[in-house]
């Protein structure tokens, strides 16, 4: 492991701290000032920034905890004991002129990785999936083949190894080839068919599941992959009481073009040369209180970003969760799919 993948200048920007995390794919980076260690920030700190402040141009110092935990050298011998002690993803450990030697990461040694969140799992599955035509002329989308295995069993994966075991999958275009598909491999999961014998919509296929879900639930698309703690998604969704959390990546595109932007007279009022666009995007995964299903009309087609727009203006408690770019991988379209299939051979 190199030590400097984890170090960030103080007056780095919240966005580099974001794509340096992504990079090492690791929760926490070590703050320097000088090259020397002074502070400690974490992907849960620049979400509660972005939540709290709504700003997305800040310097990692704005951000992070000036009174990190670290040991000494002659402690590493009980860094175990030391991460239980400080609830801590990761423990740097420093030299006594505090230069960071090593870090050793709670993951690393096998501590408290046992995931239990063991709550049903609704895949919207029965979209046509014109994006990606020819390949859905012959397969339904949830089938595509992402390396070895369908995109729809990298998603189940995902969500059995945090141990969730029970999927409903709503499934209409070649249904039959998705239920023969999972009715003849091996799994230690559940899988519940819910005929959508018409289209619905993403929002409108959760009426066929009145009655049959009573505890809270994660929604997902059929086509999308979110590398990110699902725990934490829930335990932050449950803090805030929310009816309906909403997964959203930060997007970053920049123009690479002078934009110029004009007055009612037809004048240049100002020009901003290759400015960058800041943005939350709607990933397709949510959490959900059961309450939002029983309150759906049966068989009326709407889409979800809808239902969940009908509860903020009623004033219900809608949130978001953020989350970085690189931790969304989306098959919706040709170019996107093979990137997914990209990273996951490169992950295996």
């Known amino acids: 492991m190199n030590v400097q993948e984890f170090l960030i200048d103080e007056n780095a920007t919240m966005l580099e701290a974001m794509a340096q995390l992504d990079e090492v794919a690791k929760k926490n980076l070590f703050v320097v000032r000088d090259n020397k260690f002074v502070a400690v920030i974490t992907d849960g700190d620049i979400r509660r920034w972005i939540l709290k402040k709504g700003n997305l141009v800040a310097k990692v110092k704005d951000i992070a905890n000036y009174n990190p935990k670290y040991i000494y050298i002659k402690d590493e011998v009980d860094s175990r004991k030391y991460l239980k002690k400080y609830k801590v993803d990761a423990l740097p450990i420093v030299d006594d002129n505090k230069n960071i030697v090593s870090i050793v990461f709670w993951n690393d040694e096998k501590i408290g990785l046992e995931h239990k969140l063991n709550i049903p799992v609704v895949i919207m599955a029965g979209g046509k999936g014109t994006r990606l035509y020819p ?20 998603i189940i994966n995902k969500f059995n190894s945090y141990g969730m075991n029970n999927f409903y999958l709503i499934v209409n275009h070649k249904k039959n080839m998705i239920k023969a598909y999972f009715n003849e491999i091996n799994k230690n999961y559940n899988v519940n068919y819910i005929d959508e014998d018409i289209p619905l919509g993403t929002g409108g296929g959760l009426s066929l599941l009145k009655g049959k879900i009573n505890s809270t639930f994660i929604l997902s698309n059929c086509d999308i992959l979110i590398e990110e703690n699902y725990e934490t998604i829930y335990n932050y969704h449950k803090e805030k009481n929310n009816l309906i959390t909403m997964v959203c990546s930060l997007k970053n595109i920049k123009i ?14 100002n020009i901003k040369e290759k400015p960058e666009i800041l943005f939350f995007t709607n990933t397709g995964m949510y959490i959900v209180e059961p309450r939002v299903i029983e309150e759906l009309e049966q068989n009326k087609s709407i889409g979800f970003p809808d239902v969940v727009d009908k509860y903020r203006k009623q004033g219900e408690r809608i949130g978001i969760f953020p989350i970085g770019e690189k931790n969304w991988m989306d098959m919706g379209q040709f170019d996107e799919m093979e990137k997914m299939r990209k990273r996951l051979e490169d992950n295996e």
């Not at 949830?142 to 729809?152: A, S």
């Not at 690479?256 to 009022?269: K, S």
């Open 135 to 154: 390949y859905t002329k012959i397969l339904p989308k949830p089938l595509i083949p992402i390396g070895e295995i369908p995109i729809v069993e990298h």
């Open 256 to 269: 690479p073009y002078g934009v110029v932007e004009i007055n009612e007279n037809g004048e240049i009022d």
